[in-house]
Structure formats: C-alpha cells, structure tokens
C-alpha cells in the first residue's frame, strides 16, 4: 500500500500495531480477532484492511519488523575492530536493553511462529539465524584467538540467547534490581559460561600462577 | 469426579489430557474449542465435561500434574548426601530429560498461564518457584562451601532454569547431537557459569599453578 494518507494514517498503523501485540501476547494470536482489534484501535474493521489486507499480513509485519529493529539496533551497537570479550559484552547489553523493552513484542515473535505460512515461517527464521550467526561467530573468533573456551559454538549460542532473553519472564522495572544491575550479572555469567580469560576473577588466577611460579 | 468409570474412563481421561497438550501447542488455549477437542479425541463434547467441568479445569490439570510430576522426578533423581556440584549435576540431568521429553506441555506450562484464574495461577506458581527454590538452595550450599562462585543466586538460578529449558526449542532427536551429547555440553556450561572449582579444567589451572610452584 503507497503511504498517501499522511502522518494521519501513519498513526492508525502504528496504534494498530502497538493495539495487536498487546491483544496478541494476552489472548494468542488464533484468538485474536481483527474485529476486537478494530474495536481497540476505535477504528472500522474495514480500515484494519487497508494497513494489512489479512490478519496473518498484520502478524507477519510484527514479527519482521521485530528482527529488524533488533538487527538494527545490533548494527548500532557492535563496536568497530573491538576484541571477542567485548564484542560479546556489546552483544549481550544490546540484547538484554533490546527485548527488556519489547517485552510483549518478543512474547509474540516467539509463540507465535506456528501461525505463518511456510514460506514467511522461512523469512523470519532466515532473519533470526542471521541474527544469531553474529553471536557465533564472536565466540568462534574468541575461541580462536584462545580469549574463549567453549565445547560446542552453536549451543553456546542458543544457551546465551536464551538465558538473555528470559530476562523478560521475570524481570520488571522498579522491582528488587535495575536493569543494570541485571545486565552487569548476565554480563558476568555469559563470561564465566564462555571460560572469558579477560575478567577479573581468572586473570587474577593466571596472576596468582605467575607469582607462584 | 470419582474415578467409578474404571480403566476406560481413565484411558478416555489420558487420552484428552494428551489431545488438549497437542491442540493447545498447536492453536493456543483461548483458540481451542471443547467441541474441537472432544472431535480429536472421538468422544461427544459432553463427555469430556464428566473430566473437565470447565475449559479452564483442564488447562489447570495439565499444568499442576506437569509441576507434580517435574517435583516427582526430580525427588527421584536427587543424589542424597552428595555434594553442591553433585546436586546441581543432577538437576541439570533431570531438568533437561524431563522438558525433552514434554516439549508440548512445557510450551503449555510456559505460554498460557495468562489464562489461569488468579487463584491457580498463584497454586502453580507456588509450585514452580519450591522447584526453583531447590536450585537456589544448592547454589547458595555451593557458594557456602566455596564450591561454587555466584554474584547473585536468584538470577543464576533464572538464568540456568531458561537455558536449560530452552533447549526443547530447538533440540529435535535424531538431528546433530544426542541428548547425551547435549545434556553433557550444557552441563559443562552450567559448570562453567557457577564458577564450580572442581570441574576438570579447574583443576587442571590449579595442578598447573602447584606444578610452577
């Protein structure tokens, strides 16, 4: 659809967006219908299908626009010609600030993958290996460069990805932890869990095996 | 219900238990119908409210017999008397075998628990945090005895319970690794993220160190 409506209707798409993941991560996205959407938005459901002329169109959207702005922002973020430990420290500070904010946003792109059709199911999926290639090959490059100590790249990736992630099942602002606090432990635990030869606690051992030596 | 219908009634009962884990990982819940589900199982729609009153009773049975029989496993699974890293070892073990083989219901436990009247909600949640409680309580003896290293117990234990759980989104039997191979690469990522002192490398850094004493 060309953009002739103007900022008028840049703001209906964006309030039915903002309207279809809250609906989506409540109710599910089977649940959902474009009539109780329309309904939330104050709009005609006639005027839904004028942003996204079906319900899995509107779906599909979310869920790409939800890769790229994490690709976006991953972009923004990376740090030019820094070393694996501090890539990784980029990586995950992005990740956690990214989906911390995109709560609802994530509860969708996650559960709801069964309801594309393949061929969109790939895009999104292609989107996603993308995104966690970048983590990959930070841990290969430290594993390489001997920083790192890791079994397997591919698990190491997804454990990360996931013990990151899960920071939005529990973690709401104003309660015992800020999220620094949060990141600077998940930041600490990422780099025990990839045996990082950087932080303060193993170079301390290595200086304590020099001093004895 | 009294269980007067004997070992066909029970057989109809399981049968619908394991029908409803299948739609509701499939569509979600709220999008699943009773008519729907009494057509996968082959029985009237009527019949199944002779197990289920309520829509609700069902989604409820399957997520307290899932915690019921996550708490029984891991009661068997325990090692009496062993030690910190012996103990979380064994929690790993078990939480990993556990969810690989309930992918289905873990996606249910995990996802619709939105869905739960308060009251269930607050009796599963009860259940699932005595069984997270059991993590913190080994990590907290581990720290204690300087077996392991941990800046925070409540995160490490969230952030261990979601790696090891996120597992059953990408793990497919018959695919690259072996749920042995897994369970061991995870295993020694768990190791790694307490700081545990007594895994193989550990002690190969500290004989190193004695040896250029």
């Given amino acids: 659809m060309a953009r002739t409506t103007g900022s008028d209707g840049e703001k209906t798409e964006a309030a039915v967006r903002q309207a279809a993941v809250s609906l989506i991560a409540r109710y599910g996205y089977e649940a959902m219908s474009m009539r109780q959407l329309a309904a939330e938005v104050g709009v005609q459901a006639a005027a839904l299908y004028r942003y ?3 319900k899995e169109d509107l779906l599909f959207t979310l869920m790409r626009e939800h890769m790229e702005g994490l690709r976006e922002a991953w972009e923004q973020a990376r740090p030019v010609g820094a070393d694996p430990a501090e890539q990784l420290a980029a990586y995950v500070r992005n990740h956690i600030a990214f989906h911390i904010e995109r709560r609802h946003a994530t509860h969708v792109s996650n559960m709801e993958l069964r309801s594309l059709s393949p061929d969109r199911l790939t895009q999104i999926l292609r989107m996603r290996t993308a995104y966690e290639k970048e983590l990959r090959s930070i841990l ?4 390489e460069a001997g ?3 890791i079994d397997d ?3 190491t990736a997804m454990a990360l ?4 992630t ?3 099942v529990w973690f709401r602002p104003g309660e015992r932890l800020s999220i620094t606090e949060v990141t ?3 930041l600490s635990m990422t780099m025990r869990l990839v045996g990082a030869t950087t932080t303060g606690e193993e170079r301390h051992v290595h200086e304590h095996a020099q001093l004895r030596a």
């Fill in 166 to 168: 899960g920071v939005i």
């Fill in 140 to 143: 290969r490059d430290g594993a």
């Fill in 161 to 164: 990805i996931q013990m990151m």
């Fill in 153 to 155: 790249t591919g698990l």
């Fill in 52 to 54: 996204f002329p079906t």
């Fill in 184 to 186: 600077a432990t998940y």
């Fill in 147 to 149: 920083a790192f100590s």
